[in-house]
């Protein structure tokens, strides 16, 4: 999935996806730069803003709170209000759209290049747009990021490898929810 805000992964976004058109991407970066300041401030990052539907009639944001505790129902309609109010002024989308507002869940889209570094030791799922070494698909545990490659620890018939994957090549990932993601959310819950 491509970043917010364009750049090399959109490109290549664009070419693995062609029903990605740069309208949309660009629509989509647009929105993102519209309402991230407004959710910073109220305390909330945005995680992913897509546009889905064959005619694009809903617009989905992904937010998370910025401080590490769960994501309530409160927070996001208080999050859906503040965008629809945004998204009124500006009117950045031509026609009808359903305004979806969510968290990110325990397989958390990876979706920036940092995201690969903030879950260093988390277990994930990668999907590339070619093959690599004879494949597609990793899960592992992520090892984190860093001049442009993502660093993730593979099972590989009964042993492990490491594979140093170019992030620009990366169309898909998220984490999978295992013991240590799973552990991460009942700690939050519990301080909160």
């Given amino acids: 999935m491509p970043p917010a805000g364009g750049g090399a992964s959109a490109v290549v976004w664009q070419h693995l996806c062609p029903f990605v ?17 407004s959710l910073e401030a109220m305390g909330y990052a ?3 803003v897509r546009m889905m539907g064959s005619d694009g009639g809903t617009l989905q944001i992904m937010a998370e709170p910025l401080v590490e505790r ?5 927070d996001c309609a208080e999050i859906s209000r503040a965008i629809s109010a945004l998204l009124d002024v500006e009117d950045p989308i031509a026609g ?3 305004l979806e507002v969510s968290s990110p869940g ?9 995201d690969f570094e903030r879950f260093a030791g988390h277990e994930a799922k990668l999907e590339l747009g070619g093959l690599r070494e004879g494949r597609k698909r990793f899960r592992g545990r992520l090892l984190g990021a860093e001049a442009g490659t ?9 042993e492990e490898r490491i594979f140093e994957l170019p992030y620009v090549d ?22 909160h």
Avoid: C, H, W
């Avoid at 058109?21 to 300041?37: C, F, G, N």
């Avoid at 769960?70 to 409160?74: L, P, R, S, Y």
């Avoid at 325990?106 to 940092?114: H, N, S, T």
């Fill in 70 to 74: 769960q994501m309530t129902v409160d």
């Fill in 106 to 114: 325990l397989d958390r889209p990876l979706v920036k290049f940092e």
């Fill in 46 to 48: 945005v995680v992913r």
């Fill in 96 to 98: 009808a759209y359903v």
């Fill in 170 to 191: 990366i169309v898909n990932a998220k984490l999978t929810p295992g013991d240590d993601v799973i552990s991460a959310a009942l700690r939050s819950q519990q301080r």
């Fill in 21 to 37: 058109t740069e309208d949309v991407m660009e629509q989509t970066a647009r929105i993102e730069r519209l309402i991230a300041p």
């Fill in 150 to 158: 993502v660093r993730i620890r593979v099972p590989d018939d009964g």
